[in-house]
C-alpha cells in the first residue's frame, strides 16, 4: 500500500527552527521527483522545495531559499525539510508529495501543522 507519512510539525518560536520528515512505504522515493507544499487558511496550495530524481537537483521558493533545505534519504525511504530562521507567515499546513517523472503519477501525504508564533 503506497502511503506518505509527514512528522515533526509543532509549535516554535519565530527565529526557531523545526524539521519535517516524510516517510514513503509501498515504493520508493529515489524513483520520484519529492516536494513539498504548504497551505495556510484561505489560502492556495504553494509549493515550498522540490528535490528531482536526476542528479538531485533542488528548487525552492523565493520566500524559503537560504531558510529550507529539503533532502532526501533513500536508505530510510524518507524526505526531509530542514526549516530555520522561521516566521510567522509560514505557519501552514505542510504536505509532501511523490511524483513520477516520466509517467506523472502522484502521490500526497495528509499534511501536518506548522505553526510560528510568540
Known amino acids: 500500500q503506497v502511503q506518505l507519512v509527514e512528522s515533526g510539525g509543532g509549535d516554535v518560536q519565530p527565529g526557531g527552527s523545526l524539521r519535517l520528515s516524510c516517510a514513503a512505504s509501498?515504493?520508493?522515493?529515489?524513483?520520484?521527483?519529492m516536494s513539498w507544499y504548504r497551505q495556510a487558511p484561505g489560502k492556495e496550495r504553494e509549493l515550498v522545495a522540490t528535490?528531482?530524481?536526476?542528479?538531485?537537483?533542488?528548487n525552492y521558493d523565493g520566500s524559503v531559499k537560504g531558510r529550507f533545505t529539503i533532502s532526501r534519504d533513500n536508505a530510510k525511504n524518507t524526505l526531509n525539510l530542514q526549516m530555520n530562521s522561521l516566521r510567522p507567515e509560514d505557519t501552514a499546513v505542510y504536505f509532501c508529495?511523490?511524483?513520477?517523472?516520466?509517467?506523472?503519477?502522484?502521490?500526497w501525504g495528509q499534511g501536518i501543522q506548522v505553526t510560528v508564533s510568540s
Open positions: 509501498g515504493f520508493t522515493i529515489s524513483a520520484y521527483d
Open positions: 508529495q511523490a511524483i513520477h517523472p516520466l509517467l506523472g503519477r502522484a502521490y
Open positions: 528535490i528531482r530524481k536526476y542528479a538531485d537537483t533542488t
